[in-house]
């Protein structure tokens, strides 16, 4: 057995992981708790685990899961169910866990299929170049192209009219807050921003009952597996993380991506060779989700060391993604490298439902990029968002010129 290391070094590290300073380059962080012990404990008592296998574990052993809502009260959440944006995190099936878990994710898996994501390549094309056609001079990136393009490309998949896109913008970004944090002070915004998507995405759902269309919400109103079918409140909350969960992080893919290309620019021709191979690079290299968390059931182990009910383990996926043990030259961006594994999607039961349509903005996205604007570089030095879980930019001012 391993013993689970805590202490002034540990504290310090995982301390430092929380600060401006520290997020801006966590990666000599990661290594050194790595080389500390395979699992350490953090001043709250939560379990953190820094390889590639050990995080890979996290996410697929079933002896961990997420904390059950008859449990939020004892964590101090009694009220959760008066809350929209609360109760649209916990129903929601990035929190659940099986049966209900299983339940969702067969019937949005068997509406959101690889087919469905693919027929979108030539609308995910248009997209890109459209807003490429407006981009001239030194602009921010991320207001610019990395936030507008998923955002479109979501609402576009699931049936959301352009006019109805642009007020989703900040709606989600108010209401994902919760995904970090809870205090009164960010259910008073997340709150009014749960309400109003809700309102939209009901009345547009509505629409599809009377009317169907060729989309995802058309196409999720009709789902029915073995006579089970969402009902309309459970249509609401999947459509909601559809939206959530297919933005935010792919904006940060693009973002990280581009910084990264940026500061390797004799990696562009590989880019441009193989866009598959050198996304899943992209993503390894500096991954949008840092961290994912799960609470152990029944003993297990993990990483060597036991892991006892009531433990909460948290998977450092940035980490592991730079895990010597199973990447050659972990800290080296080969866009070229063959047998990749990132874990930047998570794994298990969980792993993201929207990874092939991320993959597939990234890969035309950044081939466009470079094609359009060869000489495209940093203006300013990139803003970094405040934030442990999701890694990535507020602002990146750069030069887009076409020389
Ligand atoms: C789950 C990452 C894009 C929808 C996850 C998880 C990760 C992740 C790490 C697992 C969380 C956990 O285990 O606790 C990412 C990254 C993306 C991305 C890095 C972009 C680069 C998307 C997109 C969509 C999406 C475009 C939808 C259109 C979801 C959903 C889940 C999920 C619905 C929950 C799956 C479940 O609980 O069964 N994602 N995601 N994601 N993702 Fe993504």
């Known amino acids: 057995m391993v013993d689970i290391v805590d202490g002034p070094e540990v504290s310090a590290l995982l301390g430092e992981l929380t600060t401006l300073t520290g997020r801006d380059d966590p990666y000599p962080r990661y290594r050194r708790l790595r080389e500390i012990s395979p699992v350490v404990r953090a001043d709250d008592g939560a379990l953190v685990v820094t390889r590639h296998a050990d995080c890979a574990a996290v996410a697929r052993d079933a002896r961990l899961g997420h904390m059950p809502a008859h449990m939020l009260a004892f964590v101090g959440l009694p009220d959760w169910e008066q809350s929209p944006a609360l109760r649209q995190l916990f129903t929601s099936m990035l929190a659940l866990n099986p049966p209900d878990h299983t339940r969702l994710r067969r019937l949005v898996s068997s509406a959101f299929t690889p087919r469905r994501v693919q027929a979108l390549r030539p609308a995910v094309e248009r997209m890109v170049d459209d807003l490429l056609d407006g981009l001239d001079g030194e602009a921010d990136f991320i207001a610019s192209f990395a936030f507008p393009l998923p955002v479109n490309v979501i609402g576009e998949l699931l049936g959301v009219p352009p006019a109805d896109r642009p007020p989703f913008q900040s709606l989600v970004r108010d209401w994902s807050q919760v995904i970090e944090v809870m205090t009164p002070d960010v259910l008073a915004t997340a709150d009014p921003a749960a309400a109003t998507m809700r309102e939209i995405l009901g009345g547009l759902i509505a629409e599809r009952r009377r009317d169907p269309r060729d989309d995802l919400l058309s196409a999720l109103v009709a789902t029915e597996e073995g006579g089970d079918r969402l009902t309309s409140d459970e ?91 199973r990447f050659a030259d972990p ?73």
């Not at 994912?292 to 990483?303: L, Q």
């Not at 866009?335 to 794994?347: E, Y």
């Not at 570089?377 to 887009?400: C, H, K, Q, W």
Request: glycine share 10%.
């Open 235 to 325: 249509l609401v909350t999947m459509a909601a993380l559809l939206f959530a969960a297919g933005f935010e992080t792919t904006t940060n893919l693009l973002g990280n991506g581009l910084v990264a290309l940026l500061e390797h620019p004799g990696q562009v021709p590989a880019l441009a060779a193989d866009p598959a191979t050198a996304v899943e690079e992209l993503l390894r290299y500096d991954s949008p989700v840092q961290i994912v968390g799960r609470v152990a059931w029944e003993p297990t182990t993990i990483g060597g060391a036991a892991m006892e009910p009531g433990d909460r383990v948290v998977a450092y996926l940035g980490a592991g993604n730079r895990d010597p043990e």
């Open 331 to 403: 800290d080296r961006l080969d866009l070229s490298r063959t047998d990749n594994a990132p874990l930047s999607f998570g794994g298990g039961i969980h792993y993201c439902l929207g990874a092939p349509l991320a993959r597939l903005e990234a890969q035309v996205a950044f081939p466009a990029l470079l094609r359009r604007f060869p000489a495209l570089e940093l203006a300013g030095r990139p803003v970094r968002r405040d934030s442990l879980t999701i890694r990535g930019y507020t602002e990146l001012t750069v030069n887009f010129s076409e020389k």
